[in-house]
């Protein structure tokens, strides 16, 4: 299984950025028989839960960035994307996708993201104010 994020860069507080996290290799295939999530990591701050998604579609987000964020996937190019917008400097960190065959609630997913199988390598977002 390969799951590889892309678009994370350095931007100024208040921009915006779509994450994307391209996967391969699924056992099932499709990222739509999957969960998912985004999960990042600040220097000497613990993982964190961002935003997950279920394979019915129910999504949860921190509350760090709710109404700021949004998760999708798209089936037909089996891509989960993180939709980031007005970004502040707290948001720097290495964002992490990670998808698990489990029936486990977004929720849950989100507060304890090592029920997540798979991981990848992650992408650096930065944002400055």
């Known amino acids: 299984v390969q799951l590889v994020e892309s678009g994370g860069g350095s931007v100024q507080a208040g921009g915006s950025l779509r994450l994307a996290c391209a996967a391969s290799g699924l056992p099932f295939g499709s990222v739509a028989m999957v969960s998912m999530g985004w999960v990042r990591q600040a220097p000497g701050k613990e993982r964190e839960g961002v935003a997950t998604?279920?394979?019915?579609?129910?999504?949860s987000y921190a509350d760090s960035v709710k109404d700021r964020a949004t998760i999708s996937k798209d089936n037909a190019k089996n891509t989960l994307y993180l939709q980031m917008n007005t970004l502040k400097p707290e948001d720097t960190a290495m964002y992490y996708c990670?998808?698990?065959?489990?029936?486990?609630?977004?929720?849950?997913?989100?507060?304890?993201?090592?029920?997540?199988?798979?991981w990848g390598q992650g992408t650096q977002v930065t944002v400055s104010s």
């Open positions: 990670a998808a698990g065959y489990t029936s486990t609630t977004p929720r849950t997913l989100l507060n304890d993201p090592t029920s997540f199988t798979y």
């Open positions: 998604i279920n394979v019915l579609g129910l999504t």
